[in-house]
Structures are given as C-alpha cells and as structure tokens.
C-alpha cells in the first residue's frame, strides 16, 4: 500500500492475476506450432473490461524462463498504454523484474508487481471525485516495456487489449440511461490488433533486433493470426484497430468489389471525438489506436469484405509515399450469419465533449528533436540515460514542440500519462481527426508538432519515446518527472 500513491483515495475494487509465460501458439494452419511470450499464454494476451470509478489491482507474475535461446528478454515491466496512472504502476522502463531478481530501482522483490489502476478521469484535484469526464479514454492496450528490449518483447507476443467504459461510453447498445451513445456492444465490439511478422524457412517466427532502422514483416496479422476471416450480421460493428507492429505504418480501407467503402471514424488514441467523421481510410503510425463503425446491412448477403492496408514499407525507415495496388489483405469479413436480434445500436451526431484548451494555464514551451546521434536514436542529441530531460509542475501546463529535423525517417512519438491536445501540425491546424486528445503524435519527415500538455493529480516518473520500437531500443526515449 504504502509504495502506491492512490490506494488509500482509490483503494482497488477488482483484483487480477495475470501471468506472463510461454505458450503455443498457431499463426496459420501451414505453420507450425510455437512458443511465443504472452499474458497468460496467449496472443493477444488476456482482454480486460474495465470501468471508471472501478478501481482495479493487477498482481503481474512473471513465469518466463530465466534463459532465453531466442531473441528478447525473460526481463520485464508492463506498461498500460495510456491510462491516468501514477508513475509506479506505469510500467518503467528501468523498473524490470524476473521470476527470481529484480531491475534497480524496483522496491518490491520477488516474481511479481502489483500495478494499482485508479481507474480515474484527469483531472481529480480540480474536479473532485473521480476527474473530469471529458478526459475518458477508452481503447488502450498494455505491452512490455523493458529497456532495450520493448520491441523484441513485445514481437514475442507481450501485448493485450485494455477496455475501460463509464456512463457515456457504456459498453451497451441498449442501454436505457440517456447520457449512453449507444455503440455497437458485446459481440459487435471487436478489437483488431495489426502487427506484422517474419518467419524462416521451417516457419518459425524469427526477428532482427540488430537493425536499428526498424524491423518490417512480410506477413501481415490481425489477432495473432495471419490474414483471418470473420464471419459478421448484417448489422453495425465496432472496431478497435491498434497499429501493434514494430516500425510500419498503416493506412486502412474497406473494400468490397474492388470499391473503397465509407466507415464512421468515431475514436482517435482511445479517445472518443467529439462528433464522428466519415471517412475512406484512417492512417496510423505504431501504437495510435482507431475506432471505426461498419454498417454490414448495406452489403448483399455472402458478401467478402476486406481491411486493407495502402501504405508500402520497404524498411523501417517510413512508408514510401506511392500507394500499393492492389492493397494488401489484412481481414476478411464475411457477410453470412444471421441476425441475432434487432440492432438497437447507433452513432448519434455528438460523442464525447473535449476539455477546453486554456493556453493561460501553460507556464513553459519545450521543444525536443527526434534525430540520429553519434549512431544512435536520440531526443535533443541525448539517449536515454534515465535522468529526467524535464520536470513540470504538478498542476501546471505547458507546450512541447516533436520535432523531426530529418527527410528521412518517421517517428510516432508517445507520451506517457496525459492525453495531450495537437495546437499547430507544421504550423497550421490538425486535420480533423487529429483534433480530440491523443497520446501518440506521428511526426513525418521535416515535421513539427505543438501539443499542449497537462501534468495533474500525481506526481513521479514517466517517459517520451518514440514508439517505433526499434528506435526505443537505441535509445531514443527520455525520462520526464512530474514534480511539487
């Protein structure tokens, strides 16, 4: 209790057990069966539900084997990406631990950490209670985050979804309570995690962790699988795509016929706009998230309908700037299965209201450069060291410049703790869809990005990286403190 800042205020409702191990596991019915590394066995590791004013404790033990004859380290820290948590449940970096010794800095010995979920809005001092609702997020997910090794590990399969509902966002479709949206719920509310692998010539998963540019697979999956089929109603589908991958770079469509079909784009980061958008494609770079509605009632039945994905990678470096054609496959939807029952579910024209952006509030402008350094990945000509690079105020806001100096790279760059809000994309407004909050901000080539930021309601250590994990790894992430 005592090393946890928020227990005593939010003292844990839930409890969990997860446990991180081998498994085997099956990416196409012509590979063989293999080990991989996920929570509780499993790739994508266990799905959590989780809901505001819940508070949650989740004991994670780490069962990995101490030697490990592949790539990757049996050391791990886990990282829920990117709920308003304090810093020591946070997952950091440098605070690894294994079934029998522990990383420097971690104060609990022994197999496993508990990691304290308030499950709180931002915003608890000011606003009292549990926050300011504006600020909810809703699609997360939870991955290692061990230094030096975050992008073979979670290659290996340390990656799962993370789901957190309340009152407006309320996991049912038909839910009577006049604040609830209403979206699409239960069965009809899908994750899709996207990643991509490589395997050598016997079928195995292999990975270069060598490569300091970026790894890029030549085989494309979807929850583990390798180009999967899903057999749908006619009716309306959430999707929960997350860009889970190492280096690439998506741009998603729907496809029927050849024909791009228009989706409902509702949600950006796990945060919920404040009006949907209608939209062809949605890009993201590594661990940007994007809900999307899909109404399958309009396709004839038997229908194959396909997620494709644009955008062509011939390395880590970024994406090339001509479109694929045709796409690839990514998912393939199936328009056969009978309805259920009515489909009460909706999008209504408002979502979720967006906390204002008072820039008297802030008190400093930073700016950092994500640039190559001395061989290495660096933010402002330094590597990660673990000494703080910045520390805001606790209650404080400031403004951070993401800078890319270089033609030739792109970097999605996330900041731990806070969703932040876009000011200026190279010097004019965001695009629509990059108007609510968020926590990964892609900076392309020669690009620069203004973000307004908020430090509130706890105080400790977190990081900024990029989160093309490779360059993570080599190292290019900086440690930030929030302090009194």
Request: glycine share 8%.
């Amino acid at each position: 209790r005592s090393t946890h800042q928020a227990f005593t205020r939010f003292p844990p409702q839930k409890f969990y057990r997860l446990d991180i191990k081998t498994g085997s596991h099956s990416f196409h019915p012509e590979l063989p069966r293999q080990e991989i590394w996920g929570y509780d066995g499993t790739v994508p590791g266990a799905l959590f539900h989780a809901r505001y004013g819940e508070p949650i404790m989740v004991r994670v033990r780490n069962q990995l084997p101490n030697l490990n004859q592949g790539f990757g380290s049996p050391d791990v820290s886990v990282h829920l990406h990117n709920l308003h948590t304090p810093s020591e449940s946070d997952g950091f970096p440098v605070d690894w631990w294994n079934s029998t010794t522990c990383g420097p800095t971690l104060t609990r010995a022994g197999e496993y950490k508990d990691h304290h979920y308030p499950m709180v809005y931002a915003g608890v001092d000011r606003f009292g209670g549990i926050g300011d609702r504006r600020g909810a997020l809703g699609t997360l997910w939870y991955h290692d985050h061990r230094v030096d090794f975050t992008a073979p590990n979670v290659y290996h399969g340390l990656a799962g979804f993370f789901l957190a509902f309340d009152e407006i966002d309320s996991g049912n479709e038909n839910d009577t309570n006049p604040l609830a949206l209403r979206l699409p719920s239960g069965p009809y509310d899908v994750p899709l995690m996207l990643s991509d692998k490589q395997f050598d010539s016997g079928g195995n998963l292999m990975f270069n962790q060598f490569n300091q540019d970026g790894f890029i697979g030549d085989k494309f999956l979807v929850n583990g699988k390798i180009q999967p089929f899903f057999h749908v109603e006619p009716r309306k589908y959430r999707f929960r795509f997350l860009a889970a991958a190492t280096s690439r770079v998506w741009d998603l469509q729907i496809r029927f016929n050849n024909s791009v079909q228009s989706f409902v784009h509702i949600s950006n980061d796990g945060n919920l706009l404040e009006a949907p958008l209608l939209r062809s494609n949605v890009t993201l770079g590594n661990a940007e998230r994007g809900d999307i509605v899909v109404d399958f009632s309009r396709f004839p039945v038997g229908s194959e309908v396909f997620v494709t994905n644009r955008l062509r990678h011939i390395d880590g470096r970024k994406p090339e700037k001509d479109f694929v054609n045709p796409p690839y496959q990514l998912l393939k939807f199936i328009v056969d299965k009978s309805l259920a029952g009515p489909d009460n579910s909706r999008v209504p024209g408002r979502l979720r209201e967006q906390p204002t952006v008072d820039l008297a509030e802030v008190v400093t402008e930073r700016t950092f450069a994500f640039a190559r350094s001395g061989g290495g990945w660096t933010i402002n000509d330094r590597e990660f060291n673990n000494r703080p690079i910045a520390s805001p105020k606790k209650g404080t806001a400031e403004i951070w410049n993401l800078v890319n100096p270089s033609g030739g790279w792109t970097h999605p760059v996330h900041i731990h703790f806070e969703e932040g809000r876009i000011l200026q994309r190279n010097g004019a407004a965001p695009p629509a869809w990059e108007r609510g909050r968020k926590d990964v901000y892609v900076i392309g080539p020669n690009e620069r990005v203004r973000v307004f930021l908020r430090f509130r309601d706890f105080l400790g250590k977190y990081v900024m990286h990029c989160h093309n994990t490779i360059h993570e790894d080599h190292a290019m992430m900086s440690r930030w403190d929030i302090v009194a």
